[in-house]
């Protein structure tokens, strides 16, 4: 197993839950995956934000973090759904598609000298920690703590399209589910497990209450479950489960939210002050 | 309801576009509405995803391109993964979302952070408390990104000109 990764940053995660950051570098450390930094990269670009407009401006950036890693001899591993999905479908591409890379390497040798010649892979720290790190090594470090029922968050782009992704089945998936209970949780099903939490596609940018009327009801359904903590493993999805519940004036009784790296974080036993939940605005009283 | 008297010509040219541009799938749909049943959008407003894909399927152009459904989905792939016919229906979303744009649809806020990405390769800023946030944290107060490398930056912002992504967002767009 390759345990040398670039890290690849995104935006949401370093710029507005840094405490993520944070978290996911000294949990995969502390599980012997080596994170190197990226230096240069940019925003994936974002699928939403960015494919919609310009598909040809979305690959030829994303092209462009990917020659980054290439350059340094490191496959990528990303905490955020987004950032999989731009920079996955990229690499699936080009990696397989010559004339699609030729075509992307005229503008990428034109605004940075270099080009993307197809090697890297693109892992979801989710998927790394499933298939390469395994269960039995995240359960030998957990430290005991509390076992709280969660509700799973997949979100959308870390296992679909599942004809590319090929990582889990999209409507049963387990993987994510199991990490959780390695860590001494219990993952508890809830009403339409799986249901976008609304803000992906632009939506959440150009229509933010269609957005949050999504999240609303993803909300209702785990509170009926009886769930204590929300876990993603996607900021974009954190960021809208976190900020939309202070807005949620029916909803009396908030749910904490984690993503995956500050659950493992705190079931390891890393200083609370090193996950940065001051910055949440769901309070975590966990 | 239209009768028949208003019925609107099918446009191939447009279909053939829509084909072209990465909605390949398109004409394999036949309007069964698992995607539309499979829609959290779908489920909150009067979006009908169905409908955007009968109508890219029709060439219905002056239909869908301006059309503020265009905007509604989520990209969850929900209905991707449940279409009977293998539509690659956000495929074909993209497509038309990116004809949409070149026509110079692109609502403010969309336009906004398309700015953004653009102009500081990032789609959210970095704020002061950012950065005193990640120093406490034991991060680097700026992150290793085109944040702290004016070079990067500046082929970031190439790759947009080379594109023309830069004309794609100006100001006062539809």
Redesign the interface.
């Known amino acids: 197993m390759a345990n040398k990764y670039g890290f690849f940053l995104g935006c949401i995660m370093p710029l507005r839950y840094p405490g993520i950051e944070s978290s996911s570098r000294e949990v995969l450390k502390s599980l012997g995956v080596d994170l190197v930094d990226m230096k240069g990269a940019s925003c994936c670009p974002a699928p939403g934000v960015t494919r919609s407009f310009d598909q040809n401006y979305w690959m030829a950036v994303a092209a462009r973090n990917l020659a980054i890693a290439e350059k340094m001899g490191v496959d990528i591993v990303t905490i955020c759904n987004g950032c999989f999905d731009t920079l996955f479908e990229t690499a699936h591409k080009l990696n397989h598609d010559p004339e699609a890379r030729k075509k992307v390497n005229k503008i990428l040798k034109d605004a940075t000298g270099i080009e993307y010649n197809g090697t890297v892979n693109v892992r979801h720290f989710v998927e790394l920690l499933y298939r390469d790190v395994g269960l039995e090594a995240i359960k030998s470090k957990v430290k005991g703590g509390k076992n709280l029922k969660a509700a799973v968050h997949y979100g959308c782009h870390f296992l679909k399209p599942s004809n590319v992704k090929k990582i889990d089945d999209a409507e049963r998936p387990h993987v994510f589910d199991d990490i959780v209970e390695a860590a001494g949780m219990t993952s508890v099903m809830y009403k339409d497990k799986g249901m976008c939490c609304g803000a992906g596609g632009g939506v959440r940018a150009r229509t933010p209450d269609v957005a949050l009327k999504m999240t609303a009801e993803n909300l209702k359904n785990m509170q009926a479950a009886g769930v204590e903590v929300i876990v993603d493993c996607c900021p974009f999805c954190h960021l809208q489960y976190d900020v939309s519940q202070p807005q949620l004036k029916d909803m009396p009784n908030k749910i904490p939210v984690l993503h995956l790296s500050q659950l493992l974080g705190l079931a390891f036993g890393m200083e609370r002050e090193k996950l940065g939940l001051e910055v949440h605005q769901t309070k975590v009283n966990l | 309801m239209s009768n028949l008297a208003e019925a609107k010509e099918p446009n191939p040219e447009f279909t053939r576009k829509v084909v072209e541009s ?1 909605g390949k799938t398109v004409n394999l749909c036949f309007q069964c509405g698992t995607c539309t049943g499979s829609c ?2 779908g ?3 009067a979006f009908r995803i169905r409908k955007v894909v009968r109508r890219a399927q029709l060439g219905f152009e002056e239909d869908v391109l301006p059309s503020d459904d265009l ?8 209905c ?2 449940r279409c009977p016919r293998g539509v ?1 229906i ?1 495929d074909i ?2 497509a038309l ?2 004809m949409a ?1 070149k026509k110079g649809y ?2 403010e ?2 336009r906004k ?2 700015e953004l ?1 653009s102009k500081t ?7 002061e408390e ?1 950065k005193a ?2 120093a ?4 680097e107060p700026v ?4 944040l702290s ?1 004016a ?3 500046e ?2 912002k ?3 000109v ?4 830069d004309k ?2 100006i100001p006062g767009a539809k």
């Open positions: 990465g959290p959008s489920r909150q407003t905007w509604l989905c989520t990209t969850c792939f929900t991707y993964e690659e956000v979303v993209m979302r990116n744009v692109m609502a806020p969309h952070i398309a990405v390769g990032h789609l959210v800023t970095l704020r950012d946030l990640r406490k944290l034991g991060l992150p290793p990104t085109v490398d070079k990067a930056l082929e970031v190439k790759i947009a080379l594109c023309g992504f794609l967002i």
